[in-house]
């Protein structure tokens, strides 16, 4: 089992920046991805951006690209995503999920836990 708790949401201001954090715990060594996906009041959950464990690998959804940035944080079991100039369509419960099968992927299906979630508010 792989336990995930996000942490760092909040209510922001368009243009501003907030750093989510996902910590893993339990059997962090059979992870092969952390995901992050967000879901928005009314909308199917979407993905946002996913890293391989390693660190090497990353990609994002085209809606963020140059704004989000996902990294693993070194020595922790530790995944964050910064976010920058922030969006009301940003808005939305953002989760990690980790995959424990490989490859990377951005379909929800493939990802086996998942974490709480954290809310983000943008205000225009």
């Known amino acids: 089992q792989v336990q995930l708790v996000e942490s760092g949401g909040g209510s922001v201001q368009a243009g501003g920046s907030l750093s989510l954090s996902c910590a893993a715990s339990g059997r962090t060594f059979s992870i092969s991805n952390i995901g992050w996906f967000r879901q928005a009041p009314g909308k199917e959950r979407e993905f946002v951006a996913a890293i391989t464990w390693s660190g090497s690998s990353a990609y994002y959804a085209d809606s963020v690209k140059g704004r989000f940035t996902i990294s693993r944080v070194n020595a922790k079991a530790m995944v964050s995503l910064q976010i920058n100039s922030l969006k009301s369509e940003d808005t939305a419960v953002y989760y990690c999920?980790?995959?424990?099968?490989?490859?990377?992927?951005?379909?929800?299906?493939?990802?086996?836990?998942w974490g709480q979630g954290t809310q983000v508010t943008v205000s225009s």
């Open positions: 999920a980790a995959d424990t099968r490989g490859p990377i992927s951005r379909r929800s299906m493939e990802y086996d836990y």
